[in-house]
């Protein structure tokens, strides 16, 4: 269970997240993690560019582990929105290896990569409304910015999941590669980034980050509301308990 770096040539960092039998969802501590090492590698010169995947074959990664702490917090909302980079002006180009399920935070996560591939199995979704889960990550602002309003908002209020074809036509991912072939595609592709000038490059990657932080910093204030008066309501006992239940939430 750990968020595991591994370099790849002189100027490429391969980030895996890695807790399988939960389909790499995310503790406190591994999102703790993975913040400090966004960090990290935005302060490596070496290195040019990142990959991001998930470990196995079952799940790029389906976000926050909600069988553990769910007390909130504004230690814990920056806690969050650094490991998804969120609010992040952030430098380094990040190629996305969807080698599977990446669903809730998981997809807000792929939300700040720049590139990227899914394999045909994966699965896309943002299924926090159905548990009475306020998406905390970045989807009600990011996602419309991305994909458009229409398919944005399919997704965000029908909680469905839909397959990487379906992914790949919507633009939330440029391709659909086989599972064999992804990594192999993503480490082409992030060579191919570093083999260019990495300072107009981070300086590109830059601008384009901070104009989507500054767009989520300004709706942050209500983010926070909104989600805690969800977390405040009836509906959220029951959609939780329903989540660890393995039923379907009774909503009254």
């Known amino acids: 269970m750990e968020i595991r770096l591994a370099r790849h040539g002189p100027h490429i960092q391969i980030v895996t997240i890695d807790n399988q ?19 990290e590698l935005e ?6 560019a990142i990959v991001l995947t998930g ?12 069988s553990g702490d769910l007390s909130a917090g504004e230690e814990v909302a920056r806690m969050v929105n650094h490991a998804l980079l969120k609010t992040d002006a952030y430098s380094k180009p990040i190629v996305a290896a969807v080698n599977g399920d ?20 994966a699965r896309f979704g943002l299924t926090e409304v159905k548990w009475s889960i306020y998406p905390f990550g970045g989807s009600t602002t ?17 909680a469905r999941l839909i397959a990487a074809d379906e992914a790949a036509r919507l633009g939330l991912v440029n391709r659909v590669v086989e599972s064999e072939k992804l990594m192999g595609w993503a480490l082409e592709t992030a060579e191919r980034i570093a083999a260019n000038s990495p300072s107009a490059v981070q300086a590109v990657k830059r601008q384009v980050s901070a ?42």
């Open 43 to 48: 302060h490596d010169d070496t290195c040019r």
């Open 21 to 39: 039998p939960r389909l790499n969802a995310m503790t406190r501590a591994m999102l703790a993690e993975l913040g400090d090492l966004w960090d």
């Open 55 to 66: 470990a196995g074959e079952r799940a790029f990664t389906v976000g926050a582990d909600i």
């Open 142 to 158: 990011k996602l419309i910015q991305q994909i458009g309003f229409v398919h944005a908002m399919d997704l965000l209020l029908t």
């Open 102 to 121: 990446c669903i809730g935070g998981g997809l807000e996560l792929m939300l700040a990569s720049d590139i990227r591939a899914a394999t045909p199995t």
């Open 211 to 252: 104009t989507a932080a500054d767009h989520v910093l300004s709706r942050e204030k209500l983010e926070q509301e909104l989600g805690d008066r969800v977390r405040a309501s009836r509906d959220f006992a029951e959609g939780v308990a329903a989540f660890r239940e393995k039923r379907q939430p009774r909503y009254e």
